[in-house]
């Protein structure tokens, strides 16, 4: 096996350059080093200047995703070997706007997560006595949407978010039914008007690019889908029933 | 955010299209198509068929998946210029074309289907 592969790895510095350029840089193939441990070489032996986030190296904090080439990747998940002999092509996540190097800015994905109020809502009672307690199948339920570590890989790789960065978008709308669906939630309809809207659900075309990149098997076009099925029962009723249907 | 009224139901019209048509449609032109064609599967005889035809359940049937089919297409037709060659600023006229050519497809439908005698 070759004992180094090619970076290339996008630069951009807005106060430098007006567009983002390739760097080259030549680092160690080895078979235990993901992507990222390739950028953490180039920062501590090659180049200081290079800019990314990462943080747990273990495909938990989300922090790392970026586009390898061309697709949507957790960097700390995705291994140098795999694209031997090279060149390997590093940008960062598309559909959002750049602020240096590799680093993305994340506030509009920030602002939609508050907006499905990702949280148990309880309408009963102030304080619980105990637990709230689910068995097993009711845990089932949701426990796949609760992989999610908010990567915005789904966001990277979807279509109708590149082309209208005001769809609420595959994550959100993931984590909204990871609480819908939560037996302790009380919160659906708060939440509906979010989903509902132009901008939440109907938006998606169900092109499925984000469940093919979610690196934790969350399936949001499947969660969208499904969110679909429920709001239009829910016009059904409203049409059925016009006044208090809900 | 408006909430959507309208959506809903397209989207309802445009699964159930997609779950008929990909039922009926298939078996249809397989049998129509192909197999009796080149009989390999013994055709039904004329008069046979007719009286098939002529009752109202099977034209029901046929003018209902005709209906969700035709409403399938507007929606999947719709997005294609929407999203595939984003030309959504042109909304009003894709939407009169897609949604009206399914009326208009569902009004001859029920004309040939319904209205008509065999
Ligand atoms: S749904 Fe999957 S791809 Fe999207 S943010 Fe969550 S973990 Fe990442
Ligand atoms: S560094 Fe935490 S997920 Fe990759």
Redo the contacts with the bound molecule.
Sequence with gaps: MARSITMQVARYRPDREAEPTMQSYDVPLRKDWAILDGLNHIKDELDGTLSYRWSCRMGIC?SC?MTVNGEPKLTCATFLTDYAPGPVRVEPLRNFPVVRDLVVDIGDFMAKLSVVQPWIIRKDEETPDGEYLQTPAELEDYKQFS?????????S?CPIYGLNEHFLG??AI?LAQRYNLDSRDQGSADRMDALSASTGVWDCTYVGE?ST????N?D?AGAIQRYKLTAATETLKSFLMPRGGR | MPKQRIAPILWLLFSAGGIVAALMIPVLLALFGVLFPLELVAPPDHAHLLAVIRHPLTRLVLFGTCVLALFHWAHRFKYTLYDGLQLKGLHTAINTFAYGGALLGSAVAAYLLLLLPA
Aim: proline share 14%.
């Design positions: 989300g995703g992989m999610c570590i908010n990567c915005m890989l789904c966001y790789a595959p994550a993931a984000c990149a979610c690196p934790k969350v949001p």
